[in-house]
């Protein structure tokens, strides 16, 4: 295999190669392109927050996906779509508790190079950590303000890595090569069915999704802007076509979204699907896997959108779901017309591989995979179970769409206590406002019967911590009005389902296409609402009160949260980085363990009751339904929660979830 080497001149990709051979008109191959996407350095199947083995995530069983793959596809190619570094404690422990050297590689890149990638794009959360870290960690020199263009080039993954729409304020170019050129040697057959060999020339261009500007402005601001997908790849393919490339593979870390194009759109590859020269599309960043003939997610249902195909406006597209947990298969049939390699559509398959089988079990994992990282495992292990305070109640998020705030009371009063002391300290101006903090039950699911928050009753470590706390988000408050309150509490509910009363059949509660982490709520003592599911969505919230009186818009808030939601995070009304009052130098997570240090021992009492919302009284003539982990129903009744009860101990799904209901009327 060989790369072409591409520099940025201006606007331009200059890019050398040698020339090769041209194959017999008529002759066709097949090659398989195969994507990773959002393993968020799950590199083994392991859970760093249990401190057990987990067979349903992990790179390792993904390898022997690829490998099977390779078995099908002699001609393929292997390429990851984004947020691969960050996600784990493994991720924290090398970018924050013990900082990878210049000279080491990441993890989960060491794994990759292994398993012989041939190329890789960017993802929102690769800027996590910020841009020099990113910078050292991918082996490049990025021209941006805050990194030290002195600094040698550090050690990489060995496989290059593309983005073409975020760009350096500093010198108007791209933070990494746009594109780059593939050379592959592939097996093919003539018109008469001989074997042939022929080059060939691979393009592959990568987009991360605009809003990363919002999500991570502490890291960003000042330092890079975006251009938008359609009109990056309108600039861009056409100069890969002149470099040769006879297939174009758009590596792109977003979902589907017809509305009405914007440059800044999160998830614009149903509009990027129409730029002209396309050949494939490797999606992600929705953590779903695609085609999926089943799925009921709006997206996967757009007008041009086939799941059952994977087409999208006629591509071959594939989204690998997260965490390992699927590879993405396409199947390319090609064949040449005397100039250049064309895509028979016809015959192209699109899969999404899963590394559960059909009996329930995972294909086995990879030895090698553990192995090789062994060290890092080890001391990501040790890193985790650092004592740091003591709890009376076990902590979940089984329960959380219908009331229990175990693990999440603990972390709005971190938070609160914090801005307090800041602004006393800090910020005298804002010393009059009432401070609240909304967070969210991040595990609620959506990945499986095993992602829920649990963190059971004894000695708190780290990896208790971080499994309250997932994400390595900063602290910030926004001063917002009472209405403006009401509708970010609004936004929130939209988890919910809208619930007809007078409906006989079962309903389900749960929006599963709204996510977890978005389902804000506020756990204080001061403050009382109820939400009301039989109302549509912007009309749920009533009786928002604090200190027992109505909360209108003339009443003002600090509100801790974090920089995500802070900057426009979610699409919540008026969170759009214009109400930040406060960007505080310190992580979410940071700030739970100090608290938690400090307190040293959480009772339910006092840290795990507080709950601000309760659902809208309403009597239903059916069950109203939701799915969770089975045999929980005594955490629900240890909350308080009398009105939830277990249908069946098999949802009947195959998913290995229980069915529940909760009684709104009570």
């Avoid at 039950?441 to 059971?456: E, M």
Wanted: hydrophobic fraction near 40%; proline fraction near 6%.
């Amino acid at each position: 295999m060989r790369y072409q080497i591409c520099i940025p001149v201006l606007s331009l990709m200059c890019c050398a190669s040698t020339a090769a051979a041209a194959p017999p008109t008529g002759s066709t191959a097949v090659v398989g392109v195969m994507e990773t996407t959002d393993l968020h350095s799950n590199v083994v199947g392991y859970d760093y927050f249990k401190l057990a083995p987990e067979p349903s995530l992990g790179l390792d069983r993904t390898a022997s996906l690829i490998a099977q793959a390779r078995q099908q596809f002699p001609n393929n190619l292997l390429f990851d779509n984004g947020d691969a570094i960050q996600g784990t404690a493994l991720a924290d422990y090398q970018a924050l508790a013990n900082p990878l050297k210049c000279d080491q590689t990441l993890a989960i890149y060491k794994v990759m190079n292994k398993l012989g990638y041939d190329g890789g794009a960017i993802g929102n959360h690769e800027f996590n950590y910020g841009l020099a870290y990113l910078s050292q960690v991918t082996g490049n020199r990025f021209e941006v303000d805050g990194v030290d263009p002195s600094r040698p080039r550090c050690a990489g993954p060995a496989f290059p890595q593309v983005l073409a729409n975020v760009y350096s304020l500093k010198t108007h170019q791209p933070l990494f090569a746009p594109y780059r050129i593939i050379d592959k040697q592939i097996a093919a057959l003539d018109a008469d069915g001989k074997p042939v060999t022929a080059t060939l020339k691979v393009g592959i261009i990568g987009f991360a999704p605009p809003t990363i500007l919002s999500w991570d402005k502490r890291w960003l601001d000042g330092k890079v802007y975006t251009e938008g997908l359609r009109e990056t790849a309108a600039k861009f393919i056409p100069e890969m076509r002149a470099k040769g490339a006879d297939l174009v593979v758009a590596i792109s870390h977003g979902g589907l979204d017809d509305s009405t194009y914007a440059p800044s759109m999160e998830n614009g590859n149903w509009h990027l699907s129409r730029v002209p020269g396309i050949d494939a599309m490797l999606i992600g960043h929705s953590h779903l896997p695609f085609p999926n003939v089943a799925s009921t997610v709006p997206q996967f249902n757009l007008p041009g959108v086939d799941k059952v195909k994977g087409l999208v406006n006629g591509v071959p597209t594939v989204m690998a779901n997260l965490w390992g947990k699927h590879l993405g298969v396409i199947g390319l049939h090609l064949s040449y017309d005397g100039q250049r390699w064309v895509v028979d559509r016809s015959q192209t398959t699109v899969e999404a591989r899963a590394a559960q089988q059909a009996d329930k079990s995972f294909i086995a994992p990879d030895p090698a995979i553990a192995a090789l990282i062994a060290g890092e495992h080890e001391a990501t292990i040790r890193y985790v179970k650092t004592p740091v305070g003591a709890t009376d109640f076990r902590m979940s998020t089984y329960f959380a769409d219908v009331g229990d705030m175990s693990a999440v009371t603990v972390v709005n009063q971190a938070q609160t206590d914090y801005v307090v002391k800041y602004v006393k300290a800090n910020l005298p101006q804002y010393a009059a406002l009432p401070v609240l903090s909304m967070a969210s039950p991040f595990k609620g699911g959506s990945a499986g019967v095993s992602d829920y928050t649990d963190v059971r009753a004894g000695n708190l470590a780290l990896n208790n911590v971080a499994d309250l706390y997932l994400y390595p988000n900063s602290l910030y408050a926004v001063k917002v009005n009472g209405g403006e309150l009401k509708d970010w509490l609004e936004r929130a509910a939209e988890r919910f389902n809208t619930i007809n009363p007078e409906l006989a059949t079962p309903q389900e509660l749960v929006n599963t296409a709204f996510p977890t982490y978005n389902f804000d709520v506020l756990t204080s003592k001061e403050v009382s609402y109820e939400i009301d599911v039989t109302r549509a969505p912007g009309q749920r919230i009533k009786n928002l009160r604090f200190r027992d009186k109505p909360v209108n818009a003339s009443n003002e808030f600090l509100v801790a949260t974090n920089n995500y939601r802070a900057s426009g995070g979610g699409g919540f009304p008026g969170l759009d980085g214009s109400k930040t009052a406060l960007a505080a130098p310190d992580a979410n997570r940071d700030v739970l363990i100090a608290y938690i240090k400090d307190v040293k021992s959480l009772t339910r009492a006092q840290n795990g009751q507080q709950r601000s919302w309760r659902f809208a009284k309403t009597r239903t003539a059916g069950p109203v339904v939701f799915h969770s982990a089975p045999a929980m129903l005594p955490l629900a009744q240890q909350a308080g929660l009398g009105n939830v009860s277990m249908l069946r101990a098999d949802d009947g799904l195959g998913k290995g979830f229980a069915l529940y209901a909760v009684d709104l009327s009570k």
